[in-house]
């Protein structure tokens, strides 16, 4: 498997939103999907160095305005990435988007996260040991990996 790493950013303001990209939609993968910024861990780089190095590239975040919170659980993709999942408090900042990357950034509310009824799944491949999350967000749908990231994030904060 391959190795990637995701930055879960938590902005320090009111109501601590959680930061999702809008992929491009001309993107070969993933085209208009909610995420978070990320990708490929190089060589010579830590996950945790990878998911700064993207979320700088992908949305302009300088890595002096995050603090590292921890980890949650690893997810993997269907694509073979294994992907290590770090959550941060981000210092509000203006995002400068990577057009080719992200199309948008929204900021989606914590107590969203908590609302039950705008969680779901369904088992994947009727495989009932693995799930497709969904999450029905006002500023839209977050589902697939970043679902599953997602409802880690919501099980490591109850």
Sequence with gaps: MRCAAVLIPI????AFPILYTL???????HAGQFSFPGGVVEEGETPWQAALREAHEE???EARDVTRLGRISDAYSPRGFHIECFVAMVEPFEPELNLEEVERVIEVDM????DPKRHSYRPWNKDER???HYFDFEEGLVWGVTGRITA???EALQ
């Design 130 to 132: 693995h799930h497709i």
């Design 152 to 154: 880690n994030l919501r």
């Design 59 to 61: 949305i302009g975040l």
């Design 11 to 14: 902005l320090k303001k009111q």
């Design 111 to 114: 107590h969203q996260l908590f």
């Design 23 to 29: 992929r491009s939609q001309h993107l070969r993968h």
